[in-house]
């Protein structure tokens, strides 16, 4: 807060002081002004001066302020009740001005503070909770130890070669385990769950209808399965894979990659049609990925190269 050269004096002076708050000191100088603007005698005048201090100190929020009297002290010495008056009407407004002016800046601050905070990027900015704190004191006693084992380790050779291959073992032996696991999983698409035995006695039409019914109501991934059964369905009417719902997709491709004699004529080269088909159904059925509306459309045009007619 400012009030002016003339009127701010140094804090380091031991004369007399009279400590006001923001509130009291506006009191002050309107008392003073009140006095000023009734034309006081020349008596008047001199014990007003007289019972000025040498300065105010005023406190605020923002610190504390020595406001020296000796200007209006000199008016009133000279007599000038007039110019005594503007002088403190004119302090009172700068205060009150300074006053106002500092705490509409006050409030628009905090408010511009608590909108970056509220932003979405400083939502994480909160203190530690009690969770977070004991993982940190975790984290930093396992931190200890593992600095006193590797000193322990240092003063100890044997102790530390000892470890050194309980390590190395525990490695190795990690290692196999995750080769045994990986050699014995076998083919994950060969393995994939056999076929349900739900509308066994569908149609490839029934199943193409299922297939357009879900793919309207944007379920991009029922859609893409009934395809494939209606695929399937296709297959089975002219003799290239057998009546059997108890069989992969896989067992299926392989069906029709290697089909009866009998079936070549009724359905010439399935396999690429079937391979797109249940490459698919993998993806979006069996793996669980996200079916979109071209998923879908590839399906139809490989059950339009089945032979299925769409119109």
């Not at 020349?42 to 923002?62: G, V």
């Not at 406001?67 to 005594?84: D, F, G, K, M, Y």
């Not at 193409?208 to 297959?235: C, K, M, P, Q, T």
Request: with cysteine.
């Amino acid at each position: 807060m400012a009030f002016g050269q003339s009127s701010v004096a140094s804090t380091s002076s031991q004369q007399p002081q009279t400590t006001y708050d923001l509130a009291s000191f506006q009191s002050e100088l309107q008392r003073l002004s009140r006095a000023l603007g009734n034309h006081p005698s020349t008596n008047k005048m001199a014990e007003l001066r007289d019972s000025l201090p040498k300065r105010w100190t005023l406190t605020t929020s923002e610190g504390a302020y020595n406001i020296s009297s000796q200007p209006l002290r000199n008016q009133l010495t000279t007599l000038s009740s007039t110019e005594a008056k503007v002088w403190v009407d004119n302090l009172e407004q700068e205060i009150e001005t300074s006053s106002e002016t500092g705490g509409a800046e006050a409030r628009s601050a905090r408010a511009r503070l608590e909108g970056i905070l509220a932003r979405k990027e400083f939502s994480a900015v909160r203190p530690p909770s009690a969770w977070e704190l004991l993982k940190q004191r975790i984290r930093l006693w396992i931190e200890r130890q593992l600095l006193r084992l590797l000193g322990s380790i240092g003063r100890h050779p044997i102790g530390g070669q000892i470890l050194f291959w309980l390590i190395l073992v525990g490695g190795v032996l990690a290692i196999g385990v995750w080769v045994f696991r990986l050699l014995t999983r076998g083919d994950q698409l060969a393995a994939l769950p056999r076929s349900e035995l739900v509308g066994v006695t569908r149609s490839w039409q029934e199943w193409l209808r299922a297939a357009r019914e879900a793919a309207n109501r944007g379920d991009f991934r029922e859609a893409v399965h009934s395809a494939y059964w209606a695929g399937i369905a296709r297959l089975e009417d002219v003799g290239v894979v057998p009546r059997d719902r108890t069989k992969t997709p896989r067992e299926y491709l392989r069906l029709a990659t290697e089909p009866a004699p009998a079936a070549l004529a009724a359905a010439a080269a399935p396999q690429r049609p079937l391979a797109g088909l249940t490459s698919t159904l993998e993806r979006v059925w069996y793996a669980r990925r996200e079916a979109v509306a071209e998923d879908y459309r590839e399906s139809l045009r490989q059950l339009e190269a089945l032979g299925c007619q769409l119109d």
